[in-house]
Structures are given as C-alpha cells and as structure tokens.
C-alpha cells in the first residue's frame, strides 16, 4: 500500500523571556532558520512504492503453430516392408485420392469414387490437383484395345489410344495426359492439354508435372544417344532445359509454374542441386525434396548429412529425411529421427510418436500433416 508522510508543524514556543536581548534575538534567528526549513519538503520525499508484478505478455514474434492432420486409412500396414507398397496415394490442399489395390477401390476423402481396375498403375492412372479440389483417373474404354477414358471428378472428360498420366488444374477447369505411340515405338510420346496435343517428343515422355493454373509444364524426356544408350531431358514449357544423366534424384516444378529445380549427375559422378538454371550446390549424394513458389528449394545431402535450405546448412543424424518449407523458406518442418519445426521438437496433435507421416504441408496459415494408418 502506498504511505503519506504529514509536514512538520510550524507552530514556535515563546522562548524570549528566558533569555537576554542579544541572546534572544541569536536564538530567534536560529529557530526561524529551523522553523523555514522544516516547512519546506524536500524535492524527492523517500516513501515506500509499491511493488507489481512485471507484465506477462508473450512476445509478439511468438505464436503456437497450428497443424492439420488429415489421417488416411491406406487398409494394410502403410510402413510395409514391402517390395511395392498395395496402394497408391496422391495428397494435397488436406485433400487426398487413394487407390488400394487388393479391393480395388479408389477413395476420394473417404468417400468410394469409383470401384473396379483402373488401365493403369499409380501416377499413370490417378491424379490430384495441387489444392486436392479435383482427382483424375484413368480406366480402359469401351473401344477395346488400347483405349482408355480419363475421367476428371467423376466426369468423362476424353477418350483416346495410350492415355495415361492424368493432370488436373486447380479450378478443375484444364486437364493433361500424355497418349500417342510413336514411329521409334514408344508410347506416350505426345502431351496433350484439353484434348489438343501442345509437345511431341518421338522417343516418349516419361512424366511431367503441371502448374497449379496448368500455364507452365515440366516434362521428362526419354532420349538415346550415339551409342544406344540412355539420355534424359527437361523442357520446361516445349523449351529444352537440360540434357544428360538420368535425373534420379529429382525434377521439381513449383506449384505456380515459375520455378524448377533438378539433381544432375556429371562425368565425375558428381551430383549437382541445379534451381532455375544456375547450379547451387554439388555433392556425392543430394536429394532434392522441395522447390517453392518463391524458388527456395530443400535438399537432403546425405553425403555431408546435412539438410539444405537455400544456403542454410542443417546438420542431420539419420537416414530417410523429410524436409518441407513454408513458401519463403522462413519455416521448415524436418523428420531427422523426430519431427522439428524450425529446429524445435515438435508433436503433431494426436499423433503418436511411431505413427508414420507421410508428408507435411505448408498452406499459408497452417501445416497439414498426412499420417497413414492401417
């Protein structure tokens, strides 16, 4: 509690008869001196403050970070071992498209789409979008032979010979496959946007990956050089970008189109992390996770075990990293042994520690996390 301190009285005594006139009027000044100064408060009275407690307010930078798990039922045990997993799954926007095998049955969500064999497997028969808002899938047609039907949401979009490698567009609007079976005797060597055909490449596509709009496309290319052996390449858009070893260790197109990023392989076998067309890194062993929208891309070196983020080098101690970044790379979820957010331990709300996680995802406001279960 605070405390107030009352003046001094100024009231004198009458001390002037007890002494003569000299001294009395010594005494007089004295007590009038004494008298004047104890009238006056001092500048800075000394009274006891009291005490509260500091503010408890968090600091404004920190915020508990927010996670979406979506739990998929794959139907067997999702962590195997197996030889070749019994489902196939596409994940994306907390949305995913599941194809298991043995009841052969595609689920959207949840929800059964469609029941019975689809012409092909995996990513040549079923896709998703980038923002999971609509699923693709292709099955054998009517016509026999080697025709099939691609479907998008459930709605037969085109009927033609080879179709495979179904793409949709994020508003459902633009759909791509690859078809076509050329003179060298490949299949697949045509890419088609909307049932028009937009490259050709005689010696087949091998896969490709569409922008969120469907404006840009990354395509793998299957060629051969002087000796008959294998030579990959990458146009981005119709345009050759890059022409050599095989691309083993990944070829990424962002989701809006406007950046890629590939692991090359030189004559000294040593790799390379190349990200719109400059090279950024080389190592023994690089494998590259993610390019973003803003082009920072995450690659695992597991020659130096170390986890690379742009030019941020995270130390790493095990085998099998996951690594997934917020669009400016100012975030990053990594799974080193135990998942970490921006190097802090991290436990995904309702996740146990031995459940397997698929996959994290940044959606500008939160994580979604896909964990798998039987």
């Not at 070893?245 to 189109?257: I, T």
């Not at 709300?349 to 959606?363: A, L, Q, S, Y």
Request: hydrophobic fraction near 35%.
């Amino acid at each position: 509690m605070f405390i107030e301190t009352q003046p001094q009285s100024r009231r004198q005594k009458p001390y002037v008869r007890l002494f003569q006139i000299t001294g009395m009027l010594f005494l007089v000044g004295v007590m009038l001196a004494c008298s004047f100064s104890a009238s006056v408060p001092s500048a800075a009275p000394t009274q006891p403050v009291a005490t509260q407690p500091a503010p408890t307010h968090p600091p404004a930078s920190t915020q508990s970070p927010s996670f979406n798990v979506i739990t998929i039922s794959v139907g067997v045990d999702p962590q195997g071992p197996y030889q070749d997993p019994p489902y196939f799954l596409e994940t994306g926007g907390g949305h995913y498209l599941l194809y298991q095998i043995d009841s052969r049955k595609l689920v959207y969500d949840g929800k059964e789409v469609y029941s019975g064999d689809l012409a092909g497997l995996g990513r040549d028969s079923m896709a998703l979008s980038w923002n999971g808002l609509h699923y693709a899938y292709v099955l054998l047609a009517a016509e026999g032979g080697n025709f099939h039907d691609l479907l998008i949401d459930g709605v037969k979009k085109t009927t033609a010979e080879y179709l495979a490698n179904p793409a949709v567009t994020d508003d459902g609007q633009h759909y791509f496959y690859t078809a076509c079976f050329s003179e060298s005797g490949f299949s697949g060597s045509c890419l088609f946007k909307d049932g028009q055909d937009v490259f050709i490449h005689a010696d087949g596509i091998l896969d490709f990956s569409i922008s969120r709009n469907g404006d840009a496309y990354l395509a793998s290319l299957r060629n051969f050089d002087s000796n008959n052996s294998f030579v990959e390449s990458l146009a981005l858009n119709g345009t050759e970008i890059y022409k050599g070893h095989e691309l083993a260790n990944g070829k990424l197109l962002s989701p809006n189109g406007q950046h890629y990023a590939y692991i090359s392989l030189d004559e000294n076998n040593l790799q390379h992390l190349v990200v719109d067309g400059v090279d950024q890194r080389s190592s023994e062993a690089l494998i590259l996770q993610q390019v973003t929208d803003q082009g920072s891309a995450c690659t695992w070196d597991s020659a130096r075990s170390q986890v690379v983020i742009n030019a941020k080098e995270i130390p790493t101690s095990q085998e099998g990293i996951q690594c997934f970044l917020s669009e400016d790379a100012s975030h990053y979820v990594i799974n080193d042994g135990g998942w970490t957010l921006d190097g802090q331990p991290i436990q995904f709300p309702g996740v146990d520690p031995n459940d397997w996680i698929m996959r994290v995802e940044w959606t500008g406001q939160a994580w979604n996390v896909y964990r798998l279960v039987k």
